[in-house]
């Protein structure tokens, strides 16, 4: 099985979303991530995503952004959105059903109206990225329970 996790910059969210999965999976998953834009293209995570990642024991440094490619829709069995815009781009970049029918908003497996996004830390401090860490890793649970179930 071959997930994807999507955010916007492919610099915050989604590199730790893969770091955790990752970490939480067997090794036969293969777990990457990507961005709707490629403003980022080539970078390493921002640095607090990687310090946030570093203090759970998770190495995150090596990742590079890069932009969503029609390519991933054949490449992945299901692609993970952060949050509704991003899901909503991501949804309209498919070319068939079952293109769109790989995409899923991430939280949605938390089964938890009050949490259906992924706030983006980008513009806040280094206590929104451990929030943000907590709630991914909430949502990595609750999707791998899924995938393994
Ligand atoms: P991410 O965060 O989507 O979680 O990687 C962001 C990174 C960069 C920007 C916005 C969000 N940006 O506007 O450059």
Known sequence: ??????CLGNIC?????EGIMKKKLPE???????????MHEGEHPDKRAIKTAANHN???????????TKEDF?????????????????VSKARNDEERRKVSLFL????DDNNVEVPDPYWGGMSDFEDVFQLL?????????QILN
């Open 58 to 68: 998770i190495d995150i440094s090596k990742q590079k952004s890069r932009p969503i």
């Open 28 to 38: 036969n998953f293969v777990v990457d991530s990507a961005g709707t834009i490629s």
């Open 13 to 17: 969210r989604s590199p730790l979303a």
């Open 108 to 111: 949605d497996a938390l089964g």
């Open 137 to 145: 890793d909430r949502g990595c649970e609750a999707v791998m329970n």
């Open 1 to 6: 099985m071959k997930i994807l996790m999507v």
């Open 74 to 90: 054949e490449t992945f069995d299901k692609i993970y959105c952060m949050d509704k815009s991003v899901y909503q781009d991501v």
